[in-house]
């Protein structure tokens, strides 16, 4: 008989603690990190404890408030396999740890768990070291909203289609993008700016961008014209290239509007 499959286990929760305004933490996320015996909490700089998801945290839930204990785990700011695979390694089995003590353990993490995070690769490593384990997952309000709710200008309306891709693919596959889709997400876009600027003016479409960083938050920022975006910037941006050409209005043979919901 197989043991790992009977183990008990804590519970672990993923949970998505939002963009950047703590107001937007869900009531679920609140009271689970507020009742968790480990916080999982990622930062950047080893010791520095410089963690955004915490920072946002920080700002609906005090310490006397937490019943537990935060954990912070290092993942390296690189792309490099060779750093990040063993902090993904190390820091599942220090989760996996604490669940084998039959301790509950929240992993806070930006954005939500299942966009562009973090958790998916501790989710991967968790299931090759403890098969049997059963994460609860926690979505949080994502930039891929956040931005559009900053612009105002909506993402999607009746029959329109939007994608979100990394900045770096988008570029270079923009002009069939554009082909395809009425709303364009770009994300990770702080290092792109000047390139992407070009290519919108090549395809006549310059005016059809928004830059937002930090949406959200108290340093959110939006510009209107990618060729006036400060060259510092670089963390949490993101462009909203917004062409809408299939409106979701029908018309009626009298003559009147009616916006039909398209599944």
């Known amino acids: 008989m197989n043991q790992a499959k009977h183990h008990h286990y804590g519970q672990l929760y993923a949970v998505g603690v ?7 933490l869900t009531l679920k996320a609140v009271r689970l990190i507020k009742q968790a015996d480990i916080i999982a ?13 915490w920072q946002i945290v920080g700002g609906a839930v005090s310490e006397d408030e937490l019943h537990g204990e935060a954990c912070f785990l290092h993942f390296p700011m ?39 995070s973090t958790w998916a690769y501790i989710q991967e490593e968790l299931a090759e070291l403890a098969p049997s384990l059963e994460p609860v997952i926690v979505p949080g ?3 891929i909203t956040a931005v559009p709710a900053a612009t105002k200008i909506p993402l999607a309306d009746g029959q329109e289609r939007f994608c979100v891709v990394p900045a770096t693919y988008g570029i270079e596959c923009l002009a069939s993008l554009v082909e395809e889709f009425d709303t364009i ?11 992407l600027s070009a290519k919108l003016k090549l395809l006549g479409l310059e005016d059809a961008a ?29 462009v909203q290239i917004s062409i809408r050409s299939r409106r979701g209005v029908l018309r009626h043979p009298d003559g009147a509007s009616k916006h039909i919901a398209v599944a």
């Open 18 to 24: 939002g963009t950047g305004d703590s107001e937007l």
């Open 210 to 238: 928004t830059y937002v960083s930090h949406a959200s938050s108290e340093q959110q920022e939006i510009y209107h014209r990618l060729d006036e975006v400060p060259t510092e910037h670089r963390y949490f941006s993101m």
């Open 141 to 143: 309000i994502t930039s």
């Open 41 to 53: 909490i990622p930062e950047k700089t080893k010791g520095k404890a410089d963690s955004f998801a």
């Open 185 to 195: 997400i770009l994300i990770k876009a702080g290092r792109m700016i000047s390139q």
């Open 78 to 116: 690189t792309r490099d396999p060779l750093q990040n695979v063993p902090a993904w390694q190390a820091a599942a089995e220090q989760i996996l740890g604490y669940l084998q003590q039959g301790k509950s353990v929240v992993f806070v993490t930006e954005g939500d768990p299942s966009v562009y």
